[in-house]
Structures are given as structure tokens and as C-alpha cells.
């Protein structure tokens, strides 16, 4: 039992993730140096909520972005550093190059994701299943090794009801496969492409060409299903529309192409994987900061108003991706004789 935090879960109307809390002190300093002194508490307790923590009232993190940086270290040996990754520079933080910013705001301009149409699902509830929400993905899928861990911080967002974000539990969704689905997907791999290289459904359905690859732009395989190395759990490991590789895809083997045999069965993987039974929906608050497990959760943003001014800060975690992927190099950095 740790000494230095409360950790209580399921979250709210979900059936994983967990809210973590100080016995003592309070704030992202406080949380620092507790975490300095149990090192291993919280890591831990993102294996046993099966993916997912909260932690509020981190609200010093806007002053001194830095310490979303030190509570990332407790995760993992690498934080990406994006100056060295091919991103954007007006996506990442001039003072802490940590940070990926993620914002409507200048000069990210990020513009929000469509509203679903109908904007409420049938329960008049907020749309998480897929295809009426749309968006679902893991961080950065289209590289070899993937990443661990995300951290999210709250730094300005907008107001309730709006700019959610969505997570699906890959570990429930695998459990909840009916035995034939499971056969069928156990050996299978999905083709992961990286957004913007003109692979995406969209793109497909629209009949046009996608611009040629560089080395570190080409479309990586990854199991459908995935063995998570700390827990050994089996995961449901795949995105939708933007993020799979619609031409020679999206899994490696079948028929591919947008109407293809390998689109029906991701249709009906996807909708499966975002049945609210294993969605969790985070309303945000200001100094709230979400710990995620991409080898287990996918997520997606929901729509908020164009108008409303959003920035969040998100860090990324890498070094044990599992016994798959040991001794990759790192497919999306370009060598020196491209």
C-alpha cells in the first residue's frame, strides 16, 4: 500500500482507470516530490487501472511547465524531445521542447473535430461509438517502436460539456470478443500510416494518389493484438480513418482498400473496441492532467466551439514497448543517407 497517495477507481461511469490524490500536501510540486519518493506507486497503479489515471488541481504545471516534464520521467527513460522527431515546431513549446501543444490557438490553429451528426447518440448521451464518433486512435501507432505513456495537461480548457476526450479499453474490448472474432485476429497486423503522407481513408474513398514515402514516412505493421510487457494482458491495438494505411491496408494479408474485406473487419473491430461499456468520457477542468497507456487505450477529442480558446500539453513516454519491437531502431527518424 502506498504511503503517499489515495488511489480510487473505476472512474466515473467506467469500468477501469483510477483518480489519484495526495494524503499529503497537495499540487504538481507536492505530486513531484511524492512521486521522487515512491517512484514505482504510480506507474503501478496505471498497470492496475488498466490504463488510465486522474490527477486535478495541478494547476502551477501552467507557471512552470517543466514539472509536467518531471512527473513524465516517472514513467519511462525516454521523454520525446520533439525538436528531434520531424514535428512541427509551432506545435512544440519554445521553452520546454517536451511539450506538445495541442491547441485552436496561435500559432498551432489546430482546429477542432467535426460534431457528430446527430450531436447526441441514442440515449441522448454524448456519441462515443464508432462510426457516429469519429477520430479513435493511439499516439503515434505509425511508428516502430511506439510509445508508452501520454501525459495531458489542462492548460486552458474549454467548458464543460465540450472538447471531451474519449478513451476505450483495449484489455476489455479483447476480453469481450466473441471466440470466433478472436481467432480470426490473433496473428493479424494492421498497417499503421503517419498522418499527412496522403494514405488515409478519406484520401482512399476520394480516388487519390498518395505522395511517395521517404524511408522513415513508410507505413509500419503492428499485431492487432497486443501483449502488454507489464501486464500480459491482450489489447485490441488499432485506429480508424486517419491513421491505418487505406491503400495497401489496412491489414496486412487481407483485401485492401476502403471496401475492402480488411474495411469491413476493422468497421466492426472499431465499433466494438468504442462500445460505451469500455469508454470512459473525461470532462476537463483547468489543472487537470490524465496519464494514458497507449498499449492498452485508444482515445479521441470530441467537437467544441471553433471560437473557444483550448491549449493542452502533452508529453510522450517511450522504452519498453515490449519483446516485439526490442532492439528496433526508431523507424520514424530519417538516417543520414536519405
Not at 527513460?77 to 511539450?99: F, W
Not at 505522395?211 to 503492428?222: I, V, Y
Request: hydrophobic share 40%; glycine share 8%.
Amino acid at each position: 500500500m502506498s504511503t503517499q497517495f489515495e488511489i480510487k477507481g473505476p472512474l466515473k461511469d467506467a469500468a477501469f482507470g483510477a483518480k489519484v490524490a495526495l494524503k499529503q500536501g497537495r499540487g504538481a510540486r507536492a505530486l513531484a516530490a511524492a512521486m521522487k519518493t515512491e517512484p514505482g506507486a504510480l506507474p503501478e497503479a496505471l498497470a492496475d487501472a488498466n490504463g488510465l489515471l486522474l490527477v486535478q488541481g495541478l494547476n502551477e504545471i501552467n507557471d512552470n511547465p517543466a514539472l509536467l516534464v518531471e512527473l513524465s520521467r516517472v514513467f519511462g527513460p525516454e521523454v520525446e524531445d520533439y525538436r528531434h522527431t520531424l514535428t512541427n515546431l509551432s506545435s512544440v513549446h519554445t521553452k520546454v521542447p517536451e511539450i506538445l501543444l495541442v491547441s485552436n490557438m496561435a500559432p498551432v490553429s489546430k482546429m477542432p473535430p467535426p460534431r457528430p451528426d446527430p450531436p447526441v447518440a441514442a440515449d441522448g448521451k454524448l456519441p462515443v461509438q464508432y462510426p457516429h464518433q469519429g477520430g479513435w486512435h493511439t499516439d503515434q501507432s505509425y511508428r516502430r517502436p511506439p510509445p508508452d505513456i501520454s501525459l495531458f495537461y489542462a492548460a486552458t480548457p474549454v467548458a464543460k460539456d465540450q472538447g471531451q476526450t474519449l478513451f476505450a479499453n483495449g484489455n476489455l474490448a479483447y476480453e469481450a470478443l466473441p471466440p470466433a472474432l478472436k481467432a480470426r485476429v490473433a496473428t493479424l497486423e494492421g498497417l499503421h500510416a503517419q498522418p499527412g503522407t496522403g494514405r488515409s481513408r478519406r484520401a482512399a474513398l476520394a480516388g487519390e494518389t498518395p505522395r511517395a514515402f521517404k524511408p522513415h514516412e513508410r507505413s509500419q505493421r503492428q499485431p492487432v493484438v497486443r501483449l502488454h510487457p507489464v501486464t500480459g494482458k491482450p489489447a485490441l491495438y488499432l485506429c480508424e480513418g486517419g491513421q491505418m494505411d487505406w491503400f495497401d491496408g489496412p491489414f496486412v494479408g487481407m483485401e485492401p482498400g476502403p471496401k475492402g474485406d480488411g474495411a469491413k473487419l476493422l468497421d466492426e473491430l472499431m465499433s466494438h473496441l468504442t462500445e460505451r461499456r469500455f469508454v470512459y468520457a473525461h470532462e476537463w477542468e483547468q489543472g487537470d492532467m490524465l496519464i494514458w497507456d497507449n498499449r492498452c487505450l485508444v482515445h479521441a477529442a470530441t467537437w467544441y466551439e471553433p471560437g473557444d480558446q483550448r491549449m493542452m500539453w502533452r508529453t510522450t513516454v517511450h522504452g519498453n514497448p515490449g519483446a516485439a519491437y526490442a532492439g528496433e531502431a526508431k523507424s520514424w527518424i530519417p538516417v543520414a543517407a536519405e
